[in-house]
Every structure is written in C-alpha cells, then in structure tokens.
C-alpha cells in the first residue's frame, strides 16, 4: 500500500552542529524477544522510538507479556504470564527480527509457531541456518502454511557449525541455546557489537556466555535467568549515517553518544576520501573542506564495511572525484537505490552485484521513491547534498529505523519536512 506522506528535503547547506545517536535498532530488536527467556520482570532502557520496537510491544503483548513501554525512558517486560506460542502473519510481516520471536520461545517453553518475518526485501534472505542450529539443539522444524513450526521436548547443548556468518542466525541460536541443557558451541559465528551487546544482555541475567565478538561463542544453558535492567548500545549504522550525511553536505557535524571503536571501516573509508575524521571516547567529529575523492568499497561482516551503510555510503561517492566501485557481497538486492541516484543525476552503471560510480559535480533534486530503510537513508543523504527540491516517498521505510530522524535533522541546519501526499 503506498504511504500517505513524502520527506521533502531543500538541499544544498552544510550540516552543522552537534546530535547525539539513538539506542541500536538491531540491538534492540534481538533485546527485546530475550526478555522472554527471563524468568522474572526486567528494564531495558535507550531503546529508540522506531517502528520495529513498537511493533515488538504489540507481539511481546499478545503472547501475554505485561509491558510498560514509555518511549524515549524505558521498556518494562514482565514474562511471567506470558503462554502464547505464535506469532502471526500480520505481526510477524511488520518486522525482520520476528524470527527472533522462534528462538526466545523455543528457549522459553519449547515450542514456537511463527509466520515468514517481514522486513527490507534487500535478497532472498532464507534462514536455513537458524534452523539447523535449532535442530542441532534437538528441536523439531517445519514450514507449513508460511509459518515455522519449532518443538522439543527438551533443548540439549551442542556444536553448531554455521555455513556462513549469519547475523541472525547467530542470535537466534543464542537465544536458544541460552535455556538447553549444557554447553552449545557457535562455530563461524557473526561478530557484530550487537551480538555482543545481546550476550552482554543475557549475562547480567544470569547466562554464561562466553566469546561474544570472536567467531566462536560458548553458551552454557541456565535453567533460570533473574531480572536485570540494561541500556542497549547506541546505534552504529545511525552513526555512520550522519557521518557520511556530514560528508556529504561539507558540513562539520559532531556525533555524540556512539562507540567510535565500531565505526573503524567508515572512518578508514572516509579519511581515505579526504573527509576529517576524529573521536574521543564517546564522540566523533566529521568535517571536510575540499572536494572529495572517490573510494572502493566492498560490503563484509563486521569489522568489515557494513552492508547497511553501503546504501548512504554510494550517496556520498556520486560527488566524490573519480570513479568509485562498490561490490555488495551480503545481499544480492541492495542496490535498489541506485536508479532513484540516477534520477537526481548520478552516474551510475550496476553490473551484477558491482556498481561503478562516475563522481559528478553535483546532484539535483527530484521526486524519488524509498524501497527499503537504508535505500531510504541513501536519498536522505542525496537530497540533503542535491541543489533543490527532493521529495521521499515511502518515507515509512525510513521510519523503521531512524528515531526522530527529521527533527535531528533539522537541529544541523536541514530544511526538511514531511507532507501529506494529498495535501
Ligand atoms: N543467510 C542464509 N541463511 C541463513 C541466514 C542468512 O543464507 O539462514 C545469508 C543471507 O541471505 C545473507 C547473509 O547470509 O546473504 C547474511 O545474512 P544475515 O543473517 O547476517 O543477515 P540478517 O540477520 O538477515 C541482519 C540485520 C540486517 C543487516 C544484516 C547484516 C537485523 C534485524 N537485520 O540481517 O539489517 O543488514 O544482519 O549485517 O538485525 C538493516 O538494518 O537495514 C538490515 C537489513
């Protein structure tokens, strides 16, 4: 269904000014379904007001979690009367992360039945993997009707050997793995912070596990996990968009509240470009007062690039002098983006899963259409450098996982705004 609603953004000022980074979006939405595996209430605090957490209220609510949810202050979860088992087609097609939804309860009472996730059609996304390692823990798996149907009797500790380095697959596991009996090994695991934050989540519940951020983690099974109040990590790919959005206007931004320490590959690329990049402990500053130059840049599990900034990032190469190339090497559909570039004036050829970019001396506004959240951050960028008048349809997409984008914004010296369609 088309939104009701477009971003119209007057571009051409630099940003300038100081913004402080919300609570991780993928931290989050892995957080929030483990508060099902505690066994009494707990806090989870810094999360950000984004889509995806509301829609996590609605399911944790209906599979008869008590939540007290006061957006911007905290998330308040009360498992205990929780007994629902399933996740249906609606609530589940909201988000990505429902699928986390499979492991926390299977974790929790040893059987799921959850409809297909939603989420950015970036690529096939299967999740084979998650299952596998499910099974490997001695759960049953099936799809039937578009719903996974998970069962056991008993969750039993085991080696899990990953084909590839899954994210979600990574966290799903965990998250089961955390009530089996015994010790589970994640072999190839995924090394995002998120996954450690995750781990780090689970541990002041009372989880042993062990190896969070190395590809091999070691989860020892707790038959009861206690209450704990804990504060997500700020949101690096939040971060990295505002890094590139400075950059991109030739602005002179400070980013405070973020982990510099995760965001190491943007800055690498972005000093490689000639942009001025420095931090202390919890800040980072971007300026830049020369033209830019073109990079290459190659998507990769973390510490690599990050596919989710892939997308902003090609918005910034389109002005850089020079050819740029960019390989996506995680998700086969992620450059959707680019002809929405094209249309705003950049020159961009995609073969396969490489785009070149050619800089040009500048982008022009124009009408372009959002087709997933960091599509979505890459025509911010571009409208925000763009000579005139952009407008966002399906700004929607955005809204899934940027908190009060707009107004932080506008705080740097951004025109933009949000218009009703009809209007
Ligand atoms: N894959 C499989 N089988 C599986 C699982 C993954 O073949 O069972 C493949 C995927 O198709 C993909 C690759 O492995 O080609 C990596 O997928 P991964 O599982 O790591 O990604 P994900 O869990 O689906 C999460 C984030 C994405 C982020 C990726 C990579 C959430 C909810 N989503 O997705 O975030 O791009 O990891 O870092 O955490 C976003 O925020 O915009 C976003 C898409």
Do not use: W
Not at 337 to 356: F, P, W, Y
Request: hydrophobic letters at 40%; a negative charge.
């Amino acid at each position: 269904m088309p939104g009701k609603e477009k971003m119209v953004i007057v571009g051409g000022s630099p940003l300038e000014g100081e913004v402080h980074v919300s609570g991780g979006k993928n931290t989050s939405v892995a957080v929030i379904p483990a508060t099902l595996l505690c066994d009494e209430p707990c806090t989870i605090e810094n999360l950000p007001d984004i889509d995806d957490v509301r829609a996590l209220v609605d399911i944790l609510r209906s599979l008869g979690a008590v939540v007290d949810y006061e957006p911007g202050e905290f998330m308040k979860v009360d498992p205990r009367p929780a007994n629902g088992y399933q996740v249906g087609y609606r609530d589940a097609q909201r988000l990505r992360a429902s699928y986390y939804l499979i492991g926390a309860l299977l974790g929790r009472q040893g059987r799921a039945e959850v409809a297909f996730p939603g989420g950015c059609k970036i690529g096939q996304r299967p999740i084979d993997q998650h299952l596998k390692g499910f099974n490997a823990l001695g759960a049953e798996t099936d799809e039937r009707g578009g719903t996974i149907i998970a069962e056991a009797e008993e969750l039993n500790g085991s080696d899990v050997f990953f084909d590839m380095v899954t994210v979600g697959g990574t966290i799903n596991v965990m998250l089961a793995a955390c009530k089996a009996m015994g010790t589970t090994v994640l072999h190839n695991a995924a090394k995002e912070p998120h996954i450690v934050d995750l781990a780090n989540f689970l541990n002041s519940m009372g989880a042993n596990v062990r190896g969070a951020g190395t590809d091999l983690i070691r989860i020892k099974g707790t038959p009861y996990l206690h209450g704990s109040t804990y504060a997500v990590i700020p949101d690096q790919i939040e971060t990295g968009t505002l890094m590139i959005a400075a950059a991109a206007t030739h602005g002179d931004v400070v980013i405070t509240g973020c982990i510099p320490t995760h965001m190491e590959a943007l800055s690498a690329k972005l000093l490689e470009m000639g942009v001025r990049v420095t931090d202390s402990d919890d800040a980072i500053r971007v300026r830049i007062s020369s033209a830019h130059r073109a990079v290459n840049v190659k998507t990769q599990v973390y510490p690599g690039f990050p596919t989710d900034l892939q997308q902003p990032m090609s918005a910034l190469l389109t002005t850089a002098h020079g050819t740029s190339i960019i390989q996506e090497t995680i998700f086969e559909s992620r450059f959707k983006h680019m002809d929405e570039l094209i249309r705003m004036g950049a020159q961009i050829r995609v073969v396969d899963r490489t785009a070149i970019i050619e800089g040009v001396p500048q982008l022009l506004g124009a009408p372009v259409t959002a087709t997933d959240l960091r599509a979505g951050a890459a025509l911010l960028v571009a409208g925000l450098m763009a000579k005139g008048e952009t407008e966002i349809y399906e700004p929607e997409y955005i809204d899934r996982g940027y908190e009060h984008i707009e107004k932080k914004l506008r705080a740097l010296g951004a025109s933009i705004r949000r218009e009703s369609i009809e209007s």
